[in-house]
């Protein structure tokens, strides 16, 4: 089945810890981007990726960082100076750009100890 | 003021009612996106339009781009329709997304 897998469902995150957000696709997509969803929000963009090692920062990355080293793969690493993570990730693919459909993981849901 | 907004933020339906979620947007647009977020949290994507109309099932979505306004219809409503209905537009590369419409139908 193709799809997009995202681990762990639920992540819990302790004061001045790193973290990493697993995001996984077998859809053979060129570009990949990461969501951050607060309630009663629209969902922001933090980071996308277009290409194999190459990505651009969103409107909100400040706090976060990625790395795409395969083109399955593009996992988010929310660091010890994003000071508000408390949140829902949702990771998505599309064909080859943002405007196209994109196709959603299952979501991670940060939480802090 | 948001690019992109919805009405109503909630709405309360009964079983079998003709729904209709609308979204206004104040850009231009490449395409204008309709999505399902469930309960669990999972985004699945409706529809994709840039004219006209689309129909799927019980799923209609029309968009009048001089207007710069869409509307989603569910026919037949069921309590499996509950969920959160997204409008996103497409501009310059990205999606824009609007809050959300949160739709609870009841047997």
């Known amino acids: 089945d193709g799809g997009i897998t995202q681990s762990p469902k639920y992540l819990f995150r302790k004061e001045g810890q790193n973290v990493t957000l697993s995001c996984e696709q077998n859809l053979n997509h060129d570009a990949m981007y990461w969501y951050r969803q607060d309630p009663g929000q629209g969902l922001r963009l933090i980071y996308y990726?277009?290409?194999?090692?190459?990505?651009q920062k969103g409107d909100i990355a400040e706090g976060y960082s990625v790395s795409r080293e395969k083109k399955e793969s593009f996992p988010l690493t929310v660091t010890s100076a994003q000071k508000n993570p408390t949140a829902f990730y949702l990771c998505?693919?599309?064909?080859?750009?943002?405007?196209?459909?994109?196709?959603f993981g299952p979501g991670t849901r940060l939480l802090v100890l | 003021k948001n690019e992109v907004e919805q009405s109503p933020q909630n709405l309360t339906a009964q079983e079998g009612e003709f729904i209709t979620i609308n979204c206004s947007y104040s850009v231009g647009i490449s395409a204008l996106h309709w999505l399902q977020q469930h309960p669990g949290g999972g985004i699945v994507s409706l529809f994709m339009?840039?004219?006209g109309k689309k129909k799927h099932g019980r799923l209609i979505a029309t968009i009048n781009i001089q207007e710069k306004h869409s509307s989603l219809h569910i026919t037949a409503s069921h309590p499996r329709d509950s969920a959160v209905y997204i409008c996103a537009v497409g501009r310059q590369g990205n999606l824009i997304f609007g809050k959300g419409t949160k739709l609870s139908v009841k047997p």
């Open positions: 339009l840039s004219s």
């Open positions: 990726s277009q290409i194999v090692n190459d990505f």
């Open positions: 998505a693919s599309s064909i080859r750009t943002a405007e196209e459909t994109q196709y």
